[in-house]
């Protein structure tokens, strides 16, 4: 049976213009049994559509490791390297996690208590959830209403040492029904999103650019991000603004002498446009949370200066700018038309192009609503490619 494409259901919210190429629900094929032809046609399929949407899936970890590897035959270690070492232990990744024995690749994460799963007697999985990461929280009494928060919005890479994985294979096991929520934006627009319980929503890094002016796209074009050492350590200590995209300025971070052992060599500093393999396009790909430091390039010999933003380039420490110029450039793309929030269905599959868009965890669950999802992401044997000398001459 030939491999058949849909577009993705979206939700009223959706400015449908904005989601032509993004997202396919792909029918007619096994994704745990492909053919090697079959597999080239995803992996062009994925990074044409940067996610793609299997349902009625049966799939195996070891299957969805073997998948996610095949991306990119020669990585090889989960995407955060061994979460189980004491250099991590603080990292406020470390209670989200749990390693499938028999696969450590894969990753069991969702909420309330799962018995006798894939050789885990128990495992008490905790939802994420925003009143611990963001500076504010919705009330408990607005909670109770269905009011709740974008956790945080992320590319799944720890950012030292290894480099962004390229695909997330995301398997929704058992998946708690329940009513719709309202996300909340609470940063004075007034925005929000209606979302089904429990999604994870994603942008578009492609969008992200598109959708900038052109000063901002020449900035874009011109830097790169420096990642802190170790930085879910080092932004433990530290709250989320209320959209889930980034960090308050309180200067709660972990000293950089408090973290542990770090080397300047193995710090990240990645260009914040990634470019896609398939398709060429830029996709603006920045983990705010982690970002420490901004770095400019001039403009290119020829480019018109005027109302150029750092037309000598510069190299930007202080980090509530840093952050307030990544905010200024991010902040449109998670506007609500903008966001696709994943309504999961048990046994869907998704994978996406970890190096083309943004998400983030939604909603809030009860104790007793069990959520049981496999994550499988891998240390990518590369590091992201940044934009072509052409496209500086282009955008710059
Ligand atoms: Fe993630």
Redesign the pocket.
Known sequence: MAIEVVPLPLPPSADASKFADFGREVKGVKPGELTPEELEEIKELLYKHDALLFRDVDFTPEQQYALTKAFDPSSENYGHGNNKTGETKKSILHPDLKTIPRVPQVQLIGNGTVYNHEGLAEAKLKHPHHKTFHKTAISDEDEEKGATRFYRW?I?AALYDLNPPKV?TLYGLNVPQGTKQVCRYDDGTGDELTVPLGTTAFVSGKTTFDILPPELKSLAVRSKVKYAPHPYVWMAPAHAKSTGLGIETEGLEEALSELPPWEESRLKVLPILWKNPVTGNLHFQVHPCGVMELLVDPLPEGANKEGALYPEGTHITNLGEVRDILYKMQRPAIAPPLVYPHDWHERDLVLFHNRGVL?T?VGAFKPDQVRAFH?CNLAASDEPVGPSPEDVKKWA
């Open positions: 992320h799944d997330t998400h965890v994550q």
